[in-house]
């Protein structure tokens, strides 16, 4: 990064691109866009969000992008200011901390999800998970029931492993931290997804997999399932977290942002296809159900490997391109809080850093391995303490910020929202009057259907 009044900027426009592609990959893409293709018609599904992704995605990466860059400053004071020579009302700063609380639940399961993948990891490289030999779906349910859900410590230790990774980088700061880990990571996370990809789709059988994920069925195409479709996408870009308006900080007034954030969505796009071209062909090669819902990764690919040549080392290989995922969208969810603190406080770096990490672990973490197990008995309206974290934060704090981003770019800024989008006078005015008016109604929908 280079300096830019008292506020870093990203070195390059492919920097990041890198980092918020990273941000938005995660298990979004690896784990929960591949099941929901399973559950939801294959190909129909990978269609509308495609769509999806056109329609509300990139709009509201717009909307990110000139909050986050307007003032440059951390999640909460990017609501503050001034706009159209008029004080803004500092009850707008609530968005801010909707997507603080967003953020600290998402981390609350997130790293625990992190967890059980370094323990498969751990597993198969000590040999506790053997999949030299074909394996049966009652086999990896019992290995997951054993070692994820009734090994509290276990999971604990790992979290924790977790946990210290995103530390170090963190440690070194935005530019030293986050940029250069991203640099190496995002470019090996593509290799293994290559490898995984190639080996997928030269198996046996494969085409009626690559068929399944790509050609629709438009019968499954239901009002229903595009506005579910709708709710991945914001899932899919963190979008109302607070990490777009973050990392926009980071940008310098030169940047394009329509060109910035065309690629960003195209990019997250891509890498969710490509999620699926290393997982269903294998199903199909190994009459492998595709509609196992979130056990699909933890239960049913490993019945998939187990059946492969080298089956363990691929596996092996899988639950690393799992963990870069997660490390690339955990460290960047982590700097919104971090940032925040740090700007609104007089702590130090690595002092905010040791209180988000250390406090989500302790109110977050914990207890949502232990809601596998010992707190299994604790419920909050019938969800469990892990549900419930994925569930608040998902389905109403993230959708619900984001709805008052819109309405905060198209009611608040106006003009200087207009301004900082820095697009063509065509451009601008179209985009403008969409997420003024249309793209609000659209979340209404998605968070009263998601309810």
């Known amino acids: 990064m280079t300096a830019q009044t008292s506020r870093q900027s990203w070195s390059n426009r492919l920097t990041y691109v890198l980092t918020v592609a990273g941000a938005t990959i995660g298990f979004g893409a690896t784990w929960r866009f591949p099941y929901l293709v399973g559950e939801n018609g294959g190909g129909a599904y990978v269609f509308l969000f495609c769509i999806a992704m056109i329609i509300i995605g990139i709009p509201m990466i717009l909307v990110e992008n000139v909050i986050g860059r307007r003032i440059q400053k951390n999640a909460i004071d990017a609501f503050s200011g001034t706009a159209n020579g008029k004080k803004i009302p500092s009850g707008w700063k609530i968005l801010g901390y909707m997507g603080l609380l967003g953020a600290f639940g998402i981390l609350a399961y997130y790293m625990v999800l992190g967890g059980w993948v370094l323990n498969y990891i751990g597993s198969l490289i ?8 074909p394996v049966t779906i009652e086999t990896t349910a019992v290995f997951f029931e054993q070692h994820i859900h009734n090994n509290p410590i276990a999971i604990l230790i790992y979290t924790g492993l977790f946990v210290l990774v995103n530390y170090i980088i963190l440690a070194k700061g935005i530019m030293d931290g986050i940029e250069r880990s991203v640099k190496f990571l995002m470019p090996l996370l593509f290799v293994f997804l290559l490898i995984m990809i190639v080996r997928n789709i030269t ?4 085409m009626e997999g690559i068929k399944f994920y790509l050609v629709p069925d438009f019968s499954k195409i239901t009002k229903e399932l595009f506005i579910f479709v709708l ?10 977290f607070g990490v777009l308006i973050t990392l926009s900080s980071y940008l310098n007034k030169q940047e394009n942002l329509v060109k910035t954030a065309t690629i960003t969505g195209i ?3 891509l890498i969710a296809l490509a999620a699926g071209f290393m997982i269903f062909p294998s199903l199909f090669s190994f009459n492998v159900a595709p509609n196992s819902g979130p056990a699909l990764v933890f239960q049913s690919l490993p019945i998939v490997f187990s059946h492969m040549w080298a089956g363990s080392m691929f596996a092996t290989i899988f639950f ?3 963990v870069i995922a997660a490390l ?3 460290i960047t969810i982590y700097e919104v809080l971090i940032t925040a603190l740090q ?3 007089r702590l130090t770096r690595k002092q905010a850093i040791a209180i988000t990490l250390g406090g989500i672990f302790v109110l977050g973490n914990i207890p949502s391995v232990l809601s596998d197990n010992v707190w299994k008995n604790i419920t909050i309206a019938g969800r469990s303490i892990f549900d419930t974290f994925d569930y608040v934060s998902g389905n109403i704090l993230f959708i619900l910020t984001a709805l008052g981003s819109a309405i905060f770019v198209g009611f608040v800024l106006k003009d200087e929202a207009k301004k900082e989008l820095g697009a063509s006078k065509k451009f601008t005015t179209v985009w403008f009057n969409y997420v003024k008016y249309v793209i609000p109604l659209i979340i209404l929908v998605i968070f009263i259907n998601s309810l």
């Open 126 to 133: 000590s040999g506790q998970l053997d999949l030299s030999e």
């Open 203 to 206: 198996l046996p059988g494969a």
């Open 231 to 240: 709710g991945q996408v914001f899932f899919a870009l963190s979008l109302g």
């Open 267 to 269: 990019v997250n796009t």
């Open 320 to 322: 690393s391109l799992l």
């Open 328 to 330: 690339t969208t955990s």
């Open 343 to 345: 700007e609104k406080t």
